[in-house]
């Protein structure tokens, strides 16, 4: 079955941006972690009506090559210049007519330079396609380097310098848009192909999960991919989207699974499931590979404490992966990855887990089963605040809400929430060690890791 086609709004926010650097006469860097759909984006601002919709008229004088690094056997000037060159004809057939005619004279531009295996001649060949090109009516080019990172790792510096060279005698015509897993910088030591990365660094975007319109649409693509009988519910398509965090390889692979297994978008245990599901742990591995030790040890502490390691996790944020709570906290993208962070912990699983979807808390390997909506109410409150103190009044207003009019233990409110408290302790507790801290001032803490 065919695929819903993809509208000229996706992933708008992106690609708006890219248009206006671009159409300034600047080159950047698309950045996202693995599965994060760079691709995907790279593609469509490559699709000539992408341009139109966000420039109108304006867009006619603006060619967008797609180039596609996987393609490369090697990284040398000769293969990267003649992958550069076997894009521009195929961007500009798609092109206003008076492009469309030098279409023939490009083709043999990149005919000779595959033939060639002089890297200097394959660069004239590149500099002269590009000046054919401009002087067709077309004002400015952008080339995009999708999967660009192994380029940059492995490519002689100067072959990346000399993408800058090209561009620096075509000064606001001709940019790059490169799109990477990483940033450059964290690629490889930027002093090794300064030129180039001046100019590509110069502004990152980060490729974050969807937006809820883009989430939806993708849903719905996807049924229609694998034939869903009928389309997801309100509340299905919500759990998706909750469970994913709308990350684009994990929403992927959570809607085929559903495929063969629909009853599992209602199960009340989604998150448990899909973490042990043996096509989404390699989707987290993409993620999890594409930081840094940096962002690997923020998040390890976002989920344990709910605060990153170090200062605030900007990189984290822009990427999306992390969200800030309006308590000032912090919670990872997907609760989903954030059970994957959960078992990367370096010394093993932290001592508390809170399991809402089964009713349960996790204490190192004992599980604690036997809670109700009061206990279920108090816990979540301490483990949201983890390490942090929650006052008396935060929690009786919690165990209000839970009881419902129906009291388990006699007495006034402040009474009755200590019993809870008393009771919740025992059972969180062990002869070993206190998790859940009474202090003077009447408050109550759940510890962090190392008693913090």
């Not at 990350?247 to 297994?261: C, F, P, S």
Request: charged share 30%; with cysteine; net charge neutral.
């Amino acid at each position: 079955m065919s695929d819903l086609p993809i509208p000229v709004t996706f992933r708008k926010d992106i690609v708006r941006k890219v248009l206006d650097i671009v159409t300034g006469g600047d080159s950047c860097s698309l950045v996202g972690v693995g599965s994060s759909g760079k691709s995907n984006v790279a593609r469509h601002l490559a699709r000539p009506d992408v341009p139109r919709y966000y420039l109108g008229d304006a867009a006619s004088s603006l060619l967008v090559a797609y180039v596609d690094c996987q393609k490369l056997v090697d990284s040398s000037a000769q293969a990267l210049h003649t992958l550069i060159l076997e894009a521009l004809p195929r961007a500009a057939k798609q092109a206003k007519p008076e492009t469309a005619a030098v279409c023939p004279q490009l083709e043999s531009f990149w005919e000779q330079a595959a033939e060639s295996a002089s890297p200097d001649r394959a660069r004239r060949l590149l500099e002269n396609a590009l000046d054919a090109v401009l002087g067709a009516g077309i004002a400015q080019i952008g080339v995009i380097l999708d999967d660009f990172d192994p380029v940059v790792r492995s490519a002689d510096g100067r072959t990346l310098n000399s993408l800058r060279a090209v561009r620096d005698e075509r000064k606001a015509r001709v940019m790059y848009v490169t799109v990477t897993r990483r940033e450059l910088g964290f690629l490889r030591d930027e002093r090794e192909f300064q030129d180039f990365y001046e100019i590509a660094a110069a502004t990152t975007i980060a490729v974050g999960p969807y937006d809820e319109d883009d989430a939806s649409f993708m849903i719905d693509r996807l049924c229609a991919r694998w034939g869903f009988a009928q389309r997801l519910s309100d509340d299905e398509r919500d759990r998706v989207m909750h469970a994913t965090g709308r990350h684009a390889g994990l929403l992927l692979e959570t809607v085929r699974a559903a495929r063969h297994d629909r009853a599992l978008l209602s199960a009340p245990d989604l998150v448990e499931r899909l973490r042990r599901h043996k096509d989404i742990a390699p989707e987290c591995d993409k993620i999890w590979e594409s930081l840094d030790e940096a962002e690997m040890a923020d998040l390890r502490a976002v989920v344990t404490q709910g605060w990153p390691a170090g200062d605030e996790p900007r990189p984290l944020l822009k990427k999306g992966l992390l969200r800030r709570r309006l308590d000032g906290a912090y919670d990872v993208f997907s609760p989903v990855f954030a059970e994957y962070v959960w078992d990367h912990l370096p010394n093993g699983r932290y001592a508390i887990k809170f399991l809402p979807d089964q009713r349960a808390v996790r204490v190192y390997d004992r599980v604690v089963k036997d809670l109700d909506d009061v206990d279920m109410a108090l816990f979540g409150r301490l483990y949201e605040r983890r390490g942090r103190r929650v006052d008396a009044k935060d929690l009786i207003d919690r165990m209000l809400t839970a009881e419902r009019s129906q009291h388990r233990f006699p007495g006034p409110p402040y009474q009755r929430m200590m019993s809870h408290m008393a009771e919740l302790k025992r059972k969180i507790d062990s002869a070993a060690q206190a998790y859940i801290l009474a202090e003077a001032d009447g408050s109550y803490r759940l510890i962090g890791p190392d008693g913090a």
